[in-house]
């Protein structure tokens, strides 16, 4: 692995060992989203109020139409609240300009979608070195081999030089979390990631969520898929636009005591 990977896995790592408790990293207060299309404005968000903490792993669950990929894209900038507040990571991100919030993202929160969204005429390590040319975190000579450091993390080593079309979704979406790690972002934020893929490649892409929460990465992601979501440390359920509960409970999974 390269020694930079290596460096920032141990170093996040000491640090989730060392505290009980994470620092605040996403705050939102007083959150509302409106839309305005259609003949009537639809309040899809109704005042969310919720604080998630440095190294938690967040499901956020409900039915259709609940509000989850509004929250969400609240969360990531994708998308701006009518009122309230979004504050990640110490930055206002309601408050940004569209050049500042993409230059915020990319430094702060990976992105991963349901259907992989990889560049289908760049090969998989080209894919995951595209948004460290919009960030300069790495130096310029150091890119290549800190993704291929990226996708030896995902296994995908052995098909680093292959195009996006040749791959199977379970690949695909691993190369997509290596893309979203490249810029060593402390969150990543997913929403349906494992929603187009079997059974058995959904629980794959999920233990390397596991993976990354227990090397310090705090994670929040939309799934409907109710075995998942027993296996998060905190499951919001939403519905009509509000937060109406939230159980807590351990990381699961190999590793644990580990650090
Ligand atoms: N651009 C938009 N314009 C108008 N209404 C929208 C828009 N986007 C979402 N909505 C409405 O806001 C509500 C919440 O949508 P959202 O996409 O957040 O739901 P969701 O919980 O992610 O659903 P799903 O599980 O189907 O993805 C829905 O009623 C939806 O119709
Ligand atoms: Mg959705």
Do not use: D, I, N, P
């Given at each position: 692995?390269?020694?930079?990977?290596?460096?920032?896995?141990?170093?996040?790592?000491?640090?989730v060992a060392r505290r009980s408790h994470g620092r605040p990293l996403i705050e939102l207060s007083s959150l509302v989203k409106v839309y305005d299309t259609g003949e009537v404005p639809f309040t899809a968000l109704k005042g969310i109020d919720l604080v998630v903490d440095e190294g938690e792993f967040v499901g956020l669950i409900g039915k259709s139409g609940s509000g989850k990929t509004t929250l969400i894209n609240m969360i990531t900038g994708i998308d701006r609240p009518s009122s309230g507040q979004v504050v990640v990571d110490g930055t206002p991100v309601h408050a940004l300009g569209e050049n500042a919030l993409a230059a915020w993202r990319g430094r702060t929160i990976g992105v991963v979608f349901q259907f992989f969204q990889l560049l289908p005429t760049l090969t998989v390590v080209e894919n995951v070195m595209l948004p460290m040319d919009f960030c300069n975190v790495h130096a310029v000579r150091e890119r290549e081999s800190y993704a291929m450091a990226l996708l030896e993390q995902v296994e995908m080593v052995d098909q680093a030089h292959k195009l996006p079309a040749a791959l199977s979704g379970g690949q695909q979406q691993r190369v997509a979390i290596a893309r979203a790690l490249a810029n060593d972002p402390p969150i990543l934020a997913a929403d349906e990631p494992t929603g187009n893929l079997d059974s058995t490649t959904a629980e794959a892409v999920f233990g390397l969520f596991e993976k990354l929460v227990r090397q310090g990465k705090t994670i929040v992601m939309v799934t409907h898929d109710d075995d998942l979501a027993a296996r998060v440390t905190r499951a919001l359920h939403v519905r009509d636009g509000e937060i109406v509960e939230e159980t807590r409970s351990p990381l699961k999974g190999s590793g644990q005591g580990h650090g």
């Open positions: 692995m390269h020694a930079s990977v290596h460096r920032s896995l141990e170093g996040t790592h000491e640090h």
